[in-house]
C-alpha cells in the first residue's frame, strides 16, 4: 500500500479529517508466514487469534477464514467471534472472570474452556453434575515461574499443588476430564529463550499429568513481538526475535517430544504479532502556532488513538505534504504534533528539523495492537477504520466514524 497526500486527501473527503487504515493482506500474510514456520517444524500447529489485541470482526473473520481459533477472554468477545459465525467449537475461551452462566454456555456449546480458578471448577462440577449423561473435558492454565520479577495472577500454581490437585480433583469427576494445558505470561520478556523454557515446562507438566495418552492440546499463549521499523526497532534494549526465531525456539522441543503423527496441538495465541503492523493512524493537520520558542501543530487526533497505554516509545511516522497548494501556517524546525484532548500530555510525537502546514497528513505506522480497543470516548467520538485490499486495490470502510449520539447511547437522559 503505497500513500500519497492525495490518497489521503481523497479518504478524508470521504471519511472525515483522521481515520485508522488496515491491510488487509498484511494480517494474512503474517499470518500464514508465522504459522508456516511452526508447521514445517511441527506440523500439529494452530493459531487462537488473540481477539482483545484487535478485535476488528473483518481481522476477526480473517483469522476464522484461515483457520485460526477465536482466543476470547470476555463475554463480549464470545458474543462477537458467534455473531460473525465462528463455530463454537473453534473458540478458545480464556481469561480470568467467566461468570457461571458464560463458562457453562461455552461449555456446552463444546467451545475449549481454559479453567483459570477453583471458582471455575466449582462451575464446572456444578455444570456436570446437572448433566451427568454427557461428557466435558476442559483445558486448566497453568502458572509457574519463567524467571521473571512479578508472580503472575492467572492460572493454577504448579510449584505450590494447585495445579495438581484441579486435576486430580476434574480427573475424579465421573465425566470431566483435562484436555489440555495452557499458558500465557503477560511480560515484555518475549525472547526466544523465554519461549524455549516455557516450552519445556509445559512438555515437563505434559509428561507428569498425561504419563500414558498425550493430551488434546498443549497452549503456550501469545506475546510474541511482531515486526516492526526500524526505528521503533532501535528503541527496545532487546533482540527483536523474527517469526521463524520463535519457531525454531519452540518447535523443535514438541517434535522431539513427539516424534510420532499422535502429538498434541501446540496452540499459539498471538495477537501483537499479527496485528502490530497492520494498521495505521492518519490524521490532518488543523492549525499551527508558536508560543515563545515552542512550535506546534494541531492534528486532528490525539495520543489515545496511536498510544492509549501511553507507552513512551515514538512511533514511526510520515508526513505527507500538500504540495499542490499552501494552506498556509508552516512551521519549519523542531515541531509538536499536539492532539485535540485538553490534556497537557496530549502529544503524538515531535518532528525534529522537519517541515509541516495546515491541510498535511500525519500517519502512524505500527498501531495495530492494544490499540482501537483501548482508545477511550474521552472528548471526542472514535474515528472509523478504512480497510485496504491490495488485490483489488480499493478501501472500504470496516467502522464507521462514530457519533456522539453513539458515545451517549448508554446514558440514561
Ligand atoms: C491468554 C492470552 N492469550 C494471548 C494474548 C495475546 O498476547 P499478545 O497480544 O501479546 O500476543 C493475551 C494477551 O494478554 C492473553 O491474555
Same mark, same amino acid.
Not at 504534533?337 to 525534529?352: A, N, P, R, W
Given at each position: 500500500m503505497k500513500l500519497t497526500w492525495q490518497i489521503l486527501e481523497n479518504l478524508a473527503r470521504e471519511y472525515g479529517d483522521s481515520f485508522y487504515i488496515?491491510?488487509?493482506?498484511?494480517?494474512?500474510?503474517? #499470518?500464514?508466514?508465522?504459522?508456516? #514456520?511452526?508447521?514445517?517444524? #511441527?506440523p500439529r500447529t494452530n493459531f487462537g487469534y488473540s481477539y482483545k489485541t484487535n478485535y476488528t470482526p473483518k481481522l476477526c473473520q480473517i483469522a476464522d477464514a484461515l483457520g485460526a481459533y477465536a482466543e476470547v477472554v470476555s463475554q463480549m468477545e464470545y458474543d462477537l467471534a458467534i455473531k460473525?459465525?465462528?463455530?463454537?467449537?473453534?473458540?478458545?475461551?480464556n481469561g480470568p472472570l467467566k461468570r457461571d452462566r458464560d463458562l457453562k454456555n461455552a461449555i456446552l456449546n463444546g467451545s475449549t474452556v481454559n479453567l483459570d480458578s477453583w471458582q471455575e471448577v466449582e462451575i464446572l462440577k456444578d455444570l456436570a453434575e446437572k448433566f451427568s449423561a454427557r461428557n466435558f473435558a476442559v483445558g486448566l492454565r497453568c502458572?509457574?515461574?519463567?524467571?521473571?520479577?512479578?508472580?503472575?495472577?492467572?492460572?493454577?500454581?504448579?510449584?505450590?499443588?494447585?495445579?495438581?490437585?484441579?486435576? !486430580?480433583v476434574i480427573s475424579q469427576l465421573p465425566n470431566c476430564s483435562v484436555a489440555g494445558l495452557h499458558c500465557h505470561f503477560s511480560t515484555p520478556q518475549r525472547s526466544i529463550e523465554s519461549y524455549?523454557?516455557?516450552?519445556?515446562?509445559?512438555?515437563?507438566?505434559?509428561?507428569?499429568?498425561?504419563?500414558?495418552?498425550? $493430551?488434546?492440546?498443549?497452549?503456550?499463549?501469545?506475546?510474541?513481538?511482531?515486526?516492526?521499523?526500524?526505528?521503533?526497532?532501535?528503541?527496545?534494549?532487546?533482540?527483536i526475535p523474527s517469526y521463524r526465531e520463535y519457531a525454531e525456539a519452540i518447535a523443535p522441543e514438541f517434535a522431539r517430544h513427539f516424534p510420532q503423527d499422535t502429538g498434541p496441538q501446540l496452540i499459539l495465541e498471538p495477537g501483537v504479532a499479527l496485528v502490530a503492523d497492520v494498521m495505521q493512524f492518519?490524521?490532518?493537520?488543523?492549525?499551527?502556532?508558536?508560543?515563545?520558542?515552542?512550535?506546534?501543530?494541531?492534528?486532528?487526533?490525539?495520543?489515545?488513538?496511536?498510544?492509549?497505554?501511553?507507552?513512551?516509545?515514538?512511533?514511526?511516522?510520515n508526513v505527507y505534504r500538500n504540495e499542490s497548494s499552501d494552506r498556509g501556517g508552516n512551521l519549519t524546525g523542531?515541531?509538536?504534533?499536539?492532539?485535540?484532548?485538553?490534556?497537557?500530555?496530549?502529544?503524538?510525537?515531535?518532528?525534529?528539523?522537519?517541515?509541516?502546514?495546515?491541510?498535511d497528513y500525519v500517519v502512524f505506522n505500527n498501531i495495530g495492537a492494544y490499540?482501537?480497543?483501548?482508545?477511550?470516548?474521552?472528548?471526542? $467520538?472514535?474515528? $472509523?477504520?478504512? !480497510?485496504?485490499?491490495?488485490?483489488?486495490?480499493? #478501501?472500504?470502510?470496516?467502522?464507521?466514524?462514530?457519533?456522539?449520539?453513539?458515545?451517549?447511547?448508554?446514558?440514561?437522559i
Open positions: 488496515l491491510d488487509v493482506s498484511k494480517f494474512e500474510n503474517n #499470518y500464514q508466514e508465522f504459522l508456516s #514456520y511452526f508447521r514445517s517444524i #511441527y460473525i459465525g465462528v463455530e463454537p467449537s473453534r473458540i478458545i475461551f502458572n509457574f515461574d519463567i524467571g521473571i520479577d512479578r508472580i503472575s495472577r492467572f492460572g493454577f500454581d504448579v510449584e505450590g499443588g494447585d495445579l495438581e490437585y484441579a486435576f !486430580s524455549a523454557l516455557r516450552a519445556r515446562k509445559m512438555l515437563n507438566l505434559t509428561g507428569l499429568y498425561f504419563p500414558e495418552r498425550p $493430551p488434546k492440546f498443549i497452549n503456550l499463549g501469545g506475546g510474541f513481538f511482531g515486526k516492526m521499523d526500524e526505528e521503533l526497532r532501535k528503541q527496545f534494549d532487546c533482540h492518519a490524521c490532518q493537520v488543523v492549525g499551527t502556532k508558536t508560543i515563545r520558542s515552542r512550535q506546534i501543530a494541531l492534528v486532528a487526533g490525539s495520543i489515545h488513538n496511536i498510544k492509549p497505554t501511553l507507552t513512551d516509545k515514538k512511533l514511526a511516522m523542531d515541531i509538536d504534533l499536539v492532539g485535540y484532548t485538553c490534556m497537557e500530555h496530549d502529544c503524538l510525537s515531535k518532528i525534529d528539523r522537519g517541515e509541516i502546514g495546515i491541510g490499540t482501537i480497543v483501548f482508545k477511550p470516548p474521552f472528548i471526542s $467520538p472514535n474515528s $472509523p477504520i478504512i !480497510s485496504y485490499d491490495s488485490t483489488d486495490k480499493t #478501501y472500504a470502510l470496516s467502522r464507521r466514524r462514530e457519533t456522539s449520539e453513539d458515545v451517549f447511547a448508554t446514558y440514561i
